[in-house]
T-cell receptor, first 114, second 115 residues
Framework: GQQLNQSPQSMFIQEGEDVSMNCTSSSIFNTWLWYKQEPGEGPVLLIA?????ELTSNGRLTAQFGITRKDSFLNISASIPSDVGIYFC??????????????FGGGTRLMVKP | DSGVTQTPKHLITATGQRVTLRCSPRSGDLSVYWYQQSLDQGLQFLIQ???????AKGNILERFSAQQFPDLHSELNLSSLELGDSALYFCASSRVRGGGTDTQYFGPGTRLTVL
């Protein structure tokens, strides 16, 4: 089963509004990743976080690596219609292990009303 | 465009059949990963290959197998297909064999429908 709990599951917002979503885990993660998936496409990496407390921006997107290493947040400012999609948090399986498989949250489906 | 290619884009087949999904990684990437995305299970890791060798295994069924060839392309074989195998199958690639900073780039996926 999934180890990452993502919320909210969906959001329907007005264009121009800010958006916040988060991801929590019962396990510690050393890396947090945020991906966006558009219909008919594979996930695309938006932001990668590698250090507890780190705050990283990519245009209108800002993500933070929680201090406890068990959570992460993604904010989108001034949303536009092309922000529509499913946003996933992800991280390498929290085990001391060779390999790099990712575990994904359940996703937040974002819908933007023009 | 991530640089990862997958074929076919869509596949419709019947229960009990066998199919092969193909993936070409980004130029220079040595690792290939396979993921399954279904409505009830979300995105789940199946298997990773690095430079031709199996590197890590996730929740991959025994009816599924994969390999990575000398030219680094990979194939995912699904046999004795069941209705529940209907899903999107993604391939991803990364430069090296793993590690927290080794970014995975996803292909566009193959949508498998089992009737």
């Amino acid at each position: 089963g999934q180890q990452l709990n993502q919320s909210p599951q969906s959001m329907f917002i007005q264009e121009g509004e800010d958006v916040s979503m988060n991801c929590t885990s019962s396990s510690i993660f050393n890396t947090w990743l945020w991906y966006k998936q558009e219909p008919g496409e594979g996930p695309v990496l938006l932001i990668a976080l590698y250090k507890a407390g780190e705050l990283t921006s990519n245009g209108r997107l800002t993500a933070q690596f929680g201090i406890t290493r068990k959570d992460s947040f993604l904010n989108i400012s001034a949303s536009i219609p092309s922000d529509v999609g499913i946003y996933f948090c992800a991280g390498p399986f929290p085990r001391v292990y060779a390999g790099n498989m990712l575990t994904f949250g359940g996703g937040t489906r974002l819908m933007v009303k023009p | 465009d991530s640089g990862v290619t997958q074929t076919p884009k869509h596949l419709i087949t019947a229960t009990g059949q066998r199919v092969t999904l193909r993936c070409s990684p980004r130029s220079g990437d040595l690792s290939v990963y396979w993921y399954q995305q279904s409505l009830d299970q979300g995105l789940q890791f199946l298997i990773q290959y690095y430079n031709g060798e199996e590197r890590a295994k996730g929740n991959i069924l025994e009816r599924f197998s994969a390999q990575q060839f000398p030219d680094l392309h990979s194939e995912l074989n699904l046999s004795s297909l069941e209705l529940g195998d209907s899903a999107l199958y993604f391939c991803a690639s990364s430069r090296v064999r793993g590690g927290g900073t080794d970014t995975q780039y996803f292909g566009p996926g193959t949508r498998l429908t089992v009737l």
